[in-house]
């Protein structure tokens, strides 16, 4: 076989392979994009339930058990609005535990965190205290030399 013949053989193997992989991507192109629908509403899902969660924190209900009614009263509001329709009690409810999950962590982490206002002291000695230099205006012959210029 000549180099000629190799490399209409490779090409040919080329076309081939391609071929493959392109009808292997549009067999699977529907799963892959049910998939990432499939994410993405459950990621609105999510945003919209931590919403709830914050909304029924701050609406100054007494118990625990108020506050998650007006959340998922909330949640079904808004999914209702968006026309996601087809989710359960017990999906709703763990939308909410794990909204409420996110920001007492978040909280947790707030408390936590170090206090950043120790960067001013109160003893701080002479030879480390950073004084302002005086600011020397300029006079009228520096100003009438710099128009003539």
């Known amino acids: 076989m000549t180099i000629k ?3 209409y053989l490779a ?5 081939y392979g391609v071929t493959y992989i392109a009808y292997l991507y549009t067999k699977s192109k529907a799963k892959i994009n049910k998939a990432t629908t499939l994410g993405k509403i459950q990621d609105i ?5 931590e919403v709830a969660v914050h909304v029924a924190e701050d609406a100054g209900l007494d118990s ?17 609005a968006m026309g996601i329709n087809n989710f359960t009690s017990q999906e709703l409810d763990g939308l909410i535990k794990v909204a409420v999950q996110a920001m007492h962590l978040a909280w947790s982490e707030e408390d ?38």
């Open 45 to 49: 899902m999510g945003k919209k339930a």
């Open 64 to 80: 625990n058990d108020d506050k998650h009614q007006f959340a998922k009263d909330l949640l079904i509001q808004s999914l209702h």
């Open 112 to 149: 936590t965190e170090p206090d950043t206002n120790d960067e001013i002291k109160a003893n701080v000695p002479a030879g480390d205290v950073v004084k302002p230099q005086p600011v020397v205006e300029p006079t009228e012959t520096t100003q009438a030399g710099d128009k003539n210029a």
């Open 5 to 7: 013949d190799w490399l």
């Open 11 to 15: 090409v040919t193997i080329c076309f």
